[in-house]
T-cell receptor
Framework: GNSVTQMEGPVTLSEEAFLTINCTYTATGYPSLFWYVQYPGEGLQLLLKATKADDKGSNKGFEATYRKETTSFHLEKGSVQVSDSAVYFCALSGRNQGGKLIFGQGTELSVKP | GAVVSQHPSWVICKSGTSVKIECRSLDFQATTMFWYRQFPKQSLMLMATSNEGSKATYEQGVEKDKFLINHASLTLSTLTVTSAHPEDSSFYIC????????????FGNGTRLTVT
C-alpha cells in the first residue's frame, strides 16, 4: 500500500541555517505530494504541494521537488527563522482516493535564535 | 479560501460519558470529510471517512460503535466518542477536500480530548 517515510526529528537549527527534511514515498501510480505544517496546539496548514513529476512546490521560502526517479519530496529552506519552529508532515494522496491523505510520521523542527 | 471549522477546540470529560465533535465546511460543500487522530508527537492516523447521505467508512482497527460518525449535511460532520475512556484522550482533527477538483485537504484546528 501507499506509505510515506520522513527523517526523524527533532531537528534543531540556528536561525538562518539551511534546512532539509527528507521525505520518501511508496505508491502505486502517480500520487500528489504535500507538505503540511503544524504549529503548537494547532491543526494542520498546507505548506506546499506538487501534483506531478518534476513539479516544484514553493511557499514562504520553502521548496520541495517531486522526484519520481527517487520517489522523494524533500523539503528545503535556505534560511530558517525562529517562527518556522513547528512539526512538518509529508503526505501523499493517491489518484482516485477522494483526497484521502497518507501522512509521514512528522518531523519536529526547532529553530534557536 | 476554503475553511474548515472544528468545535470544540478542547474538551475534558469523565470516563463513561460521550463527547461530540463537530466539523463544518464554512464556504464550500463537502460530501466527504476525513477524521484523523493524533497521539502526542506522532503522526495523524486516518480513523474514518465520513460520507454525506451514507454510512462512514472506517479504517481497520477503528471501532465503529465507539466512534460514531454522522454526516448530517453537505457542510457538517460529527464524531461522537461514546463511553469515553482515558485511552481515548487524543487530538482529533477533521478535514475536507476543497471545493474544486484537485484542491488539497483543508483541516480543522483540531479538538484536544482529555478523558479523566
Amino acid at each position: 500500500g501507499n506509505s510515506v517515510t520522513q527523517m526523524e526529528g527533532p531537528v534543531t537549527l540556528s536561525e538562518e541555517a539551511f534546512l532539509t527534511i527528507n521525505c520518501t514515498y511508496t505508491a502505486t501510480g502517480y500520487p500528489s505530494l504535500f507538505w503540511y505544517v503544524q504549529y503548537p496546539g494547532e491543526g494542520l496548514q498546507l505548506l506546499l504541494k506538487a501534483t506531478k513529476a518534476d513539479d516544484k512546490g514553493s511557499n514562504k521560502g520553502f521548496e520541495a521537488t517531486y522526484r519520481k526517479e527517487t520517489t522523494s519530496f524533500h523539503l528545503e529552506k535556505g534560511s530558517v527563522q525562529v517562527s518556522d519552529s513547528a512539526v512538518y508532515f509529508c503526505a501523499l494522496s493517491g489518484r482516485n482516493q477522494g483526497g484521502k491523505l497518507i501522512f509521514g510520521q512528522g518531523t519536529e523542527l526547532s529553530v534557536k535564535p | 479560501g476554503a475553511v474548515v471549522s472544528q468545535h470544540p477546540s478542547w474538551v475534558i470529560c469523565k470516563s463513561g460519558t460521550s463527547v461530540k465533535i463537530e466539523c463544518r465546511s464554512l464556504d464550500f460543500q463537502a460530501t466527504t470529510m476525513f477524521w484523523y487522530r493524533q497521539f502526542p508527537k506522532q503522526s495523524l492516523m486516518l480513523m474514518a471517512t465520513s460520507n454525506e447521505g451514507s454510512k462512514a467508512t472506517y479504517e481497520q482497527g477503528v471501532e465503529k460503535d465507539k466512534f460514531l460518525i454522522n454526516h448530517a449535511s453537505l457542510t457538517l460532520s460529527t464524531l461522537t466518542v461514546t463511553s469515553a475512556h482515558p485511552e481515548d484522550s487524543s487530538f482529533y482533527i477533521c478535514s475536507a477536500p476543497g471545493g474544486s477538483a484537485g484542491s488539497p485537504l483543508h483541516f480543522g484546528n483540531g479538538t484536544r480530548l482529555t478523558v479523566t
